[in-house]
């Protein structure tokens, strides 16, 4: 089939570029017809393509709260391993250390090595320099030291005796306050190897003693306490762990019991 044009000549019309983009939903010259696709038509109005919008970031501060959890937790854990590695350096020292490190102990074994020898076993009344006395002459029988505690002053030589076995014996002025009493006697009652009981004449309110070792404290609640307890019960003993602290004297009175056999230890 052919198309006629105006003059009569059989011929593909002749198609001239003028340069101009054709106009929004027309064809492009030379688009195939009936494709059934329009050309695009350029967005904006015919200026060409929209360049795309970049997003806009939307600046937001730092959530401290976390990081400063984090933090916390963080130095709390480090906290406790180096409290933990510390306690556990402080463990492994010799107990002669540790109680060298409590501070305001005086140490007897170091001041006079002639006082702390022990077996010496006297009958009667004996003069003691140091009061209470720590170490030296005592009487053959102890006073009971599994976990006693006596509401009246008791024989330093018997009590001398017990510390040769390797108790701690706590002494407090007979005026000391009754809740402070009390506590003391929470530290004693239960645990063998500690007895306690007044002393006249104590120039702290509180003193402690150990087998050539004392500690004189102002209260009760004197963290240093523990600290000797724990450091020097059981291992200021210098006849070994097995040292009797039952089938003593359970009587008070300062005067000695000469008139009671003791157990041969």
């Given at each position: 089939m052919s198309i006629s044009t105006p003059g009569g000549e059989q011929r593909r019309p002749t198609v001239v570029s003028t340069g101009k983009k054709p106009a929004a939903g027309r064809p492009a010259a030379g688009a195939k017809a009936g494709s059934g696709k329009p050309a695009a038509a350029p967005r904006g109005g015919g200026k060409g393509p929209r360049k795309p919008v970049a997003p806009v970031k939307v600046s937001q501060g730092r959530s401290w709260g976390p990081i400063a959890l984090f933090v916390a937790v963080g130095v709390l854990a480090v906290g406790i391993i180096g409290f933990g590695g510390w306690a556990a350096f402080q463990g492994s020292k010799p107990w002669e250390e540790r109680a060298d490190g409590i501070s305001g102990i005086v140490n007897y074994r170091e001041k006079d090595k002639e006082l702390v020898k022990g077996s010496n076993h006297q009958a009667g009344p004996i003069q003691y320099s140091i009061l209470p006395p720590v170490a030296g002459p005592h009487n053959g029988a102890w006073q009971n030291c599994m976990g006693d505690?006596?509401?009246?002053?008791?024989?330093?030589?018997?009590?001398?005796?017990?510390?040769?076995?390797?108790?701690?014996?706590?002494?407090?002025?007979?005026?000391l306050p009754a809740d402070q009493v009390s506590e003391l006697a929470g530290k004693v009652r239960g645990n063998e190897k500690m007895f306690m009981s007044p002393f006249e004449g104590l120039d702290k309110p509180i003193s402690l003693q150990a087998w050539g070792f004392q500690l004189k404290v102002d209260n009760a609640d004197d963290s240093r306490i523990d600290d000797f307890i724990k450091t020097l019960r059981v291992n200021a003993s210098i006849e070994g762990p097995t040292a009797l602290c039952n089938q003593g004297i359970t009587a008070t009175g300062t005067t000695p019991r000469d008139d009671i056999q003791a157990p041969t230890q």
């Open positions: 505690v006596y509401d009246a002053p008791i024989a330093n030589e018997h009590a001398v005796h017990s510390l040769e076995h390797g108790a701690v014996w706590i002494t407090y002025r007979p005026d």
